[in-house]
């Protein structure tokens, strides 16, 4: 039986839709070591019926408000990482918590639609104030998906159609084609490629793990495609100070490309689509310039290639933007860009050129979810309403002078200081020390995670302050004192 909530709930600690100020903790506050006893306990239930080998603890989402999660033992911690980068209003803003007791939300919950084949009659409206209204510049159409791996590969499935029409004139796949596809032979089943680059993470499916190249352990055991992975630029900061440098690497990565596009098709595997992340987040926060990526932009364009622009971390505004790669000012728009996370449902973006033309190409039971479109609708007004981009601009602005001076104070432990907004990272000398800092700021009520091999992200959510990040810098302060 589920437990009924307490007296403390959500619900009534959110009644009239208070001020998100007023249902945060004044502070961290830590009662046990993390994870505490109730946590270990109910890790040992749940690994009796679940994989639990990734867990680091249980949460109590009742309890958890705006910048602050509380976990099982009642430990309250600021969190910067904010469920790996996918709350953008923190945790039960009460806009959101209000929307979730309407009655379309209740039936869309209760009795949930096939999107693809029986819509709600108020789907097209919340696609259009949800994501239309936020659409990447030259990009209009969008496909819901359930989440940003689901998003990439219908994706890139969607560049594959659009390839091969190419191929025949603009013609959708005759009788030869329907045929031969059955037995996965020639030309139904085609030589084709997607090109991802060293360090990407695109998610865990077995077509993305041809394209991800973050940790082995994602791939290990598991079947790859032969497709061409590039490499991606490898900066060094600051910018102003190695800009020669980082010249260098946006030259050499361009010219790896190109030649990979070449070798792929001198293999009879023709490249159809490039797909890159504005920031490789889980490959370590790394970045490429607006003259790399404006670089991937022609070259895509005269091969004909199809050009993905993975925003299921990026996106969504804590860069600054609500879409990383407007920070790149490219001189026409991708050709298709995803998206999850922070904007709450999976889907992508296209070119009114890829829209699939066939019923059943790209297509499953549920093709998103209209509760998380509903969540969104509400949260895009929200962000708009209290000017949480120009915020997150603001505070990460500061964000990134701070990091700078810890970086300098810290004695050689810290290194690389980086950022765009409030999406940040900086690194230790290896993952060893990074791993114990995470595991220190967390007991002295830091939330943070890593990434890559040796890197500290920050994913603060997009309510967060001045306040919070004087606190932030104050807990990273004292852990590195500690470390």
Known sequence: MLPRLAKSSVLQQVRGVSAIANAEPSGP?????IPGPRSKELRQEMDKVHQTTSVRFHVDYEKSFGNYVVDADGNTLLDVYTQISSLPLGYNHPDLVKVATQPHLITSLVSRPALGSFPRTDFADGISHALT???P???KAVQTMLCGTSANENAIKTAFIWYQAQRRGGLGPDALHLESCMTQQKPGTPNLSVMGFEGAFHGRSLCMLSVTRSKPIHKVDIPAFDWPIAKFPRYKYPLDQNAAYNKKQDQECLADVEAKIAEWKRRDNDVAAIIVEPIQAEGGDHYGSPAFFQGLRDITAKNGVVFIVDEVQTGGGATGDVWAHDHWNLSSPPDMVTFSKKLLTGGYFYGEHLRVKEAYRIYNTWMGDPTKLLLLEKAVEVIKRDGLIDQSRQVGAE?????GELQASSGGKLDQARGRGTFAAVD?????????F???AISNGLHC???????LRFRPSLVYTKK???????LLDKTLKQL
């Open 399 to 403: 964000f990134q002078k701070r990091l």
């Open 133 to 135: 209204s936020i659409a």
């Open 29 to 33: 506050s830590i009662k046990t070591s």
């Open 137 to 139: 510049k030259g990009l």
């Open 428 to 436: 230790f000398p290896s993952g060893a020390l990074r791993d114990k």
């Open 468 to 474: 919070h990040l004087d606190l932030t810098f104050d």
């Open 449 to 455: 995670g890593g990434c890559g091999d040796r890197s």
């Open 438 to 440: 995470v595991d220190l």
